[in-house]
C-alpha cells in the first residue's frame, strides 16, 4: 500500500500542471505516466533495501560556476542530445497524425539514417548554443557521453572549448537511452565500437562500452534485447531496469575523484535519473516532489549540486533481522 500510495501521489503532482506543452500530446501523457513509475520504482528499491547508496540533488543551493562545488558535493551537468534525424521523424509521423513505427521488426522497411542517428543542422546549432554560457565558468573535469552517436556529437560540441583545453571524454554504456520490450526503435540502438571510434577520435570507448560488429547486431545490448545494468532480462529493458542503470551510473559518478562531470544522454535517460536515481532535496534537508516530469528539450544543459546522504532504514530489511 505505502508504495502504490507514493506513485499515485506522483502521478497527481506531475499532471496536476503541464509544463510539458511543447511535446507531442501523445508524449506528455506517456512521460507523465512514466516520471511516475520511475519514482515509484525508486521508492520500491529503498523500500526493500536494494540500494545501498542514496543521493539527493539539492535544489536550492547556490552554486556559483566560476568556484569549485561546495565541500560534500559534486557538481552534474547533464545536457541532452540536440535534435537528431529521428526527432524529425517522429514530428512528421505525429503531424500526419500516425504513431512513429522504426522498430526492430521492421528496421529493413525505414531509412538507415534513423539507425544510431546524426544530429541535423538545427540540433547541433543548439548543441553549439551552450558554448557560450560554458564560457563564464569554469571547465568540467570530465565529459561522459552515451555512446549514441547523436550524445557524443552533442557533448564535443557543446564542451568543444573545454576538450581542446585537455579535458578528457568517456562513453559510458550505461548513460544511453533507455528503451522498452523486445521490439525497440532502431534510433536508439547504437554503432558498433570500432565505427564508433573512428567517428569520434577524441573519445574513449574501450573501458566502458562493449565491442560489437556492424550493422544493428553491432549493439550488444539492444539487439540481444538486455540491459547495461546486469539485470536478468526476459523482454527487453523495463522500467525498473531503467532505474537500475541510472543508478548504477550515478553510483559511478559519484565515486570517480572529479568533482564536476559533464553527462551528455537522452531524454528518457535523463528523465529516469531525475526520477528513479535522485531524490530531490530543500535547502533544509526535506525532500521535495519534482513539480512535473523532468524532461529536457533537445540541446538544454542543467547543471545541479548532487550529495550522498544516509541510506533510510528499510521496513522489509528490518522485518527480515
Known sequence: MFVASRFIDALTDIMDSDPLAWLPAPDRIRFAHQAAMYEGCKTAAELYGFRNRRFSLLVDVEDDLTKPPPRGTKRIRCIRHGEGAHNVFREVEFAAGRKPHAKRGNWKEVADELFDPHLTEKGEQEAAAN??????GQDPELLVV???RRACKTGLIAFAKAIERGMPVLANELARECYLGIDPS???AHRGRDE???EFTTVEFRSNVPPGGRGLEGDFH?????????????AGETVASHGEKA???????????????AVASHSLFLMCLFHAALDHEDSRGEKRSPASAQIFRTGELRTFLV????????????ALQ
Open 186 to 188: 532502431i534510433y536508439d
Open 247 to 261: 543508478y548504477q551510473l550515478l553510483c559511478w559518478l559519484m565515486d570517480r575523484s572529479e568533482q564536476d562531470i
Open 131 to 136: 558554448q557560450e554560457l560554458l564560457e563564464k
Open 146 to 148: 552515451s555512446p549514441l
Open 196 to 198: 564508433l571510434e573512428a
Open 222 to 234: 539492444w539487439w540481444g534485447r538486455t540491459s547495461p545494468c546486469g539485470m536478468p532480462l526476459e
Open 307 to 318: 550529495a550522498e546522504r544516509e541510506v533510510p532504514i528499510s521496513p522489509a530489511s528490518c
